[in-house]
Structures are given as structure tokens and as C-alpha cells.
DNA sequence: AATTATTTTTAGATTAATCTAAAAATTTTG
DNA sequence: CAAAATTTTTAGATTAATCTAAAAATAATT
């Protein structure tokens, strides 16, 4: 049985995981979990021994089969109670992370499967983050950033990079929520800002949102 | 912030509180929370220094105006979440409790009074037991074991003294659900059995399950 | 390649929650 | 009411999670 940091850590790693062979850094995970590098580098030798991720000293750590299918695992949990706080309980999608923080660590298997069902197995999040089934597979698709798209072209808007209640604030402000289609009607020279379409209004939106902004490309 | 334990400690003293007079036994709680009498002592000290309970050396504890109020919410979170697991979750009676224990130290204000109103603001968990509402007042109902009851007497069956699972499954196995009306028709002498009726079939219980069933008496 | 800068680890301390064994206080009993 | 039994507290140790400061290793730069 795992404890929460334990649990925290392994998650942590996940979502820092971009290559397979590079492992992990401390600092890195120190900063994803507001915590020290002292406390990180104990940590990786706890997961280590217990076989979740394979850690040399100065070489970063990267996850079993078994680690990553425990933080899948807690990923699932996480974004299940997520979808649950919006769609049953009028949570809005800024409002969730923080307590799904704390619902993603119960233990039960029934609970979380009778969760699963009760909302009608959905497979994406409030953020358009991917579900992981049971059994920690994580279906991905294709999607491009908003910044990465050329004048006339378009796509319906499917999840956030940063998924700060700021930035979910900010787009609630401006009515930009999932489903919607957005189209580049001119790229600004100066600043990079984007003149886009948005349902039937346009508005005008800065290269750094539209950095956290992915489309489905049509 | 309150930790787990320290929760569990004012829930515990709570649960044991007969008299406003006599402090909760050091010993009893540590029954109660399956630890041992030296950790509740120094957890004693700790909630005593919070103004959560008064606690005198070997007198026992007390909770104040604050820790009843503080014991009275994670009881009302712990309930809420049984109605949610049986009512939404398909949950047997039986099963709630232990996932309950968990669920009941997630700190959210706006979680719980969005599940309340999800639930429909139910008034009982489903072991019978009365819901606090979100000020910590708590509606009690007056009810008689069936046990106290005489020959010729009925009464509807509206909650359970010993919710263990075991005592549930009993029940279950045996058609006795909540609200079923009882009829005592005889107290055997030899032993105290009870025959009794419930709705159309007569069956019969032993004085030490008569001991644990609440009814109200009509 | 040597120096400097950065990252990571180790060393050592702290706080919380737990335990066992022993001492102290209270309660029960003859 | 004194002795015995029970309960409670204290003393001291252990494990987990955390931190700061210092040492060691690695990476970057002249
Ligand atoms: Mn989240
Ligand atoms: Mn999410
Ligand atoms: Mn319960
Ligand atoms: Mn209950």
C-alpha cells in the first residue's frame, strides 16, 4: 500500500516523462511537487527498492511497467472524480483540480469502477485530458497547438496545456470552451498575437494563450 | 488544518460520549481506533492544546463547543458519502463503511454541500442514522430496540445499533431492511428468542440481534 | 582541460504518529 | 482502609516525511 507522497511521486514522474531512456531529474520533480531536492532524492530510492522506478544516483528516475501502471492508475481516479465534481455536482473545470488532488488517493477498486459506470465511462476530462481505462491504457489523439496553425486554417478546440484556474478563468471570460471552433483569420505582425473566429464572434488572442490552446486540426 | 488522526481522535470521542459530565476514557478511544493507550494520551494533549477538547491527566476527554461542532462535520461528510455510495454507486449497506472512512477527511467546503444537494439533502445515512446538518445540528429521532419491546407490540425498523458489516449481511440475508414493520408474536422463555413478523413471512430472532435493531414504535 | 556553475546527494535535524516497557495514579476489593 | 488490580501516563525508541547546509558529482564555459 502506497502512501500519498509515494503516490504523488510516481504521478510526478509520469508527467514528466517525455523520452523513455531519459530519466527524470530531482529538481524537476521537486518543482512539480513544491517540495526539496533532499526530500525528492529519498523518495527515488524508496520507489527504487520497491521496484515502481528504476534509479541510478545523478541519473534521474524512470518508471517500471509497474510504476507506470500505478500512476495510470491514480491519473484515472484523478480525472474520474474530475469529470464527476463538474457534470454531477456544478464544480466548474477551474475549480476541480485541487480536490480531485485529494479524491485521487482513496482506495477502492469498486469505488472508483462504480464511479467509472455511473458517469457513463466518459474518456476525457473537464480539460479534454484522456481517461485511462482499468487497466492504465491511455488512448491518445492527435491534436496540434493553436500557435502552431496558419492563417485560414482551423479546429475544434480539445484540451488546455496549462490547465492553471487562471488560464481556465481567463478562457471562461472570453466563452472559449470545449467543442468550440476557432479559425485564424490573421496573424499579427508585430506580436504574434492572433486574430481568430470563435463561434460567431472574433476576438484577438496572444501567442502565450494560444501556446495553451490545443485543436483538433479539420 | 486537522490531520486524519486528529479527526479520527474527535470523531472517536464523540462516538463514546454518553454523559456531558464524564470524560471519554483514554482506553476506550484507544479501543475504538484500534491504537494503543500511550499514542491517545499524547493525541489528548494535542486536540487539549487546540481548544478542541478539555483534558485533565487521568480524567478523560471532553469535547468543547468547537471540537463537537469539528465532529459533527466529519460525521456529516462520513454520512453523506454512505448515501452517495448506495444510493448512486450500487453499494450494499454492508460495504460503505470502510470506503467512508476515507472519504470523510476530504477538505472541501463547497464538495460536500454540492454532494448534500446532489443527494437530494437526505436526512438519514442508510444504517438509520441522522445526518448533521451543515451548522453540526443534529435531528434526533426517538427509537426503541426491538429487544425492549413486549409481545403484541410493532414497530418499523428504522436503524441498527451494531453496524458491522457481518450484523448487516445477517440482516440482508434474512429480508429485514430498513422500514420493515415487525410484529413480536412470541418471547420464548427458554432463551428470549422472539418470533416475530415482518411484512408476510414470521421468522426468529435471538435476544443478541433483537439487541441491535432499532424501531420506531407505532 | 581547467575552472566555474549547476545539480544532486549526503549528513544531520525536526515534527508527527506510532509502539513497548516501566512508572505513577486511580479504582476496586477483601 | 490497605493491598491488589486496573488504568493512565511517562520515558524512550522507531518510522516516515520533511527541511537546511555542506559535500560530491556532473555539466557548462572559458
Ligand atoms: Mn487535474
Ligand atoms: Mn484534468
Ligand atoms: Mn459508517
Ligand atoms: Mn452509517
New binding site residues.
Given amino acids: 500500500m502506497?502512501?500519498?507522497?509515494?503516490e504523488?511521486?510516481l504521478k510526478a514522474i509520469f508527467h514528466l516523462s517525455k523520452d523513455q531512456n531519459e530519466?527524470v531529474?530531482?529538481?524537476?520533480i521537486?518543482q512539480n511537487?513544491?517540495?526539496?531536492?533532499?526530500?525528492?532524492?529519498?523518495?527515488?530510492?524508496?520507489l527504487c527498492d520497491k521496484n515502481l522506478i528504476t534509479?541510478?544516483?545523478?541519473?534521474?528516475a524512470l518508471l517500471t511497467d509497474d510504476g507506470r501502471k500505478t500512476a495510470l492508475n491514480i491519473i484515472r481516479k484523478h480525472r474520474l472524480w474530475e469529470v464527476f465534481l463538474v457534470e454531477k455536482l456544478e464544480f466548474n473545470w477551474s475549480e476541480v483540480h485541487e480536490v480531485a488532488e485529494q479524491l485521487e488517493h482513496i482506495k477502492s477498486k469498486k469505488l472508483i469502477n462504480e464511479l467509472d459506470r455511473f458517469l457513463g465511462y466518459p474518456t476525457k476530462d473537464p480539460h479534454g485530458d484522456p481517461i485511462p481505462n482499468p487497466a492504465g491504457f491511455i488512448k491518445h489523439t492527435t491534436k496540434v497547438l493553436l500557435s502552431d496553425l496558419k492563417k485560414g486554417e482551423k479546429g475544434t478546440f480539445v484540451g488546455v496545456k496549462d490547465s492553471s484556474s487562471a488560464f481556465l478563468k481567463f478562457l471562461d471570460k472570453r466563452k472559449i470552451s470545449l467543442g468550440s471552433l476557432i479559425e485564424i483569420l490573421h496573424i499579427e505582425d508585430f506580436d504574434d498575437s492572433l486574430h481568430v473566429s470563435i463561434g460567431n464572434t472574433n476576438l484577438t488572442i496572444s501567442m502565450k494563450s494560444a501556446n495553451n490552446i490545443y485543436l483538433k486540426k479539420q
Wanted: hydrophobic fraction near 20%; aromatic fraction near 6%; charged fraction near 25%.
Fill in positions: 502506497l502512501s500519498h507522497t509515494e504523488n511521486h530519466g531529474s530531482t529538481n524537476s521537486a511537487l513544491k517540495t526539496k531536492a533532499p526530500s525528492v532524492t529519498d523518495m527515488l530510492k524508496k534509479y541510478k544516483k545523478y541519473q534521474g
